[in-house]
T-cell receptor
Framework: GAVVSQHPSRVICKSGTSVKIECRSL??????MFWYRQFPKQSLMLMAT?????????EQGVEKDKFLINHASLTLSTLTVTSAHPEDSSFYIC????????????FGDGTRLSIL | LAKTTQPISMDSYEGQEVNITCSHN???????ITWYQQFPSQGPRFIIQ???TKVTNEVASLFIPADRKSSTLSLPRVSLSDTAVYYC?????????????FGAGTRLFVKA
């Protein structure tokens, strides 16, 4: 089945550090990928839609200069949390969908980001 | 985007059948209904997807009435490992820019 790989699974770093998270579709091409954020005991919140070869579309309230998204190929999207602060600590999850047919979204296993 | 409403939580016992119903009154003609399961500190895992009537796979069944304003995920003979959060989503899958908005989900707790 469709697999989405997310790396790293966990990051612990100091305040002010920039952190890059990768999302790869392993056995299909994805022109569109999505980035979510999830706080404890809450649902997933869509942050942005990553579009291959063009700018990402951000949801209202999400700072595009804070959360940089690059979708340089049909199998890779990256999310960079710039100058991270403790309030950026969260669980970040990406998803992708095979654009062939009526396929569902498949999700990565998430990245636990902890900013000290 | 169609909004979904699910019960916040449900309790069950091992071996029982569990039915989780989701309301999506403003579902669009081209929307599909998809259910996901999420364990703590993991990404959501696809369970089943359907458009109308009934869909069955090796882990669940999905019942969708004719008006498609609701759907029911049926988990046969649950086990302790089925304790998780279950999300119902509606979206049009063959639109390049479609996005999926998660509702609150249903927290299922299976007891021994």
């Amino acid at each position: 089945g469709a697999v989405v790989s997310q790396h790293p699974s966990r990051v612990i770093c100091k305040s002010g550090t920039s952190v890059k998270i990768e999302c790869r579709s392993l056995d299909f091409q994805a022109t569109t990928m999505f980035w979510y954020r999830q706080f404890p005991k809450q649902s997933l919140m869509l942050m942005a839609t990553s579009n291959e070869g063009s700018k990402a579309t951000y949801e209202q309230g999400v700072e595009k200069d804070k959360f940089l998204i690059n979708h340089a190929s049909l199998t890779l999207s990256t999310l960079t949390v710039t100058s991270a602060h403790p309030e950026d600590s969260s669980f970040y999850i990406c998803s992708a969908r095979d654009t062939a047919g009526n396929q569902p979204q498949h999700f990565g296993d998430g990245t636990r980001l902890s900013i000290l | 985007l169609a909004k979904t409403t699910q019960p916040i939580s449900m309790d069950s016992y091992e071996g029982q059948e569990v039915n989780i119903t989701c309301s999506h009154n403003n579902i669009a003609t081209n929307d599909y209904i998809t259910w996901y399961q999420q364990f703590p500190s993991q990404g959501p895992r696809f369970i089943i997807q359907g458009y109308k009537t009934k869909v069955t796979n090796e882990v669940a069944s999905l019942f969708i009435p004719a008006d498609r304003k609701s759907s029911t995920l049926s988990l046969p003979r649950v086990s302790l490992s089925d304790t998780a959060v279950y999300y119902c989503l509606v979206a049009t899958p063959n639109t390049g820019g479609f996005k999926t908005i998660f509702g609150a989900g249903t927290r299922l707790f299976v007891k021994a």
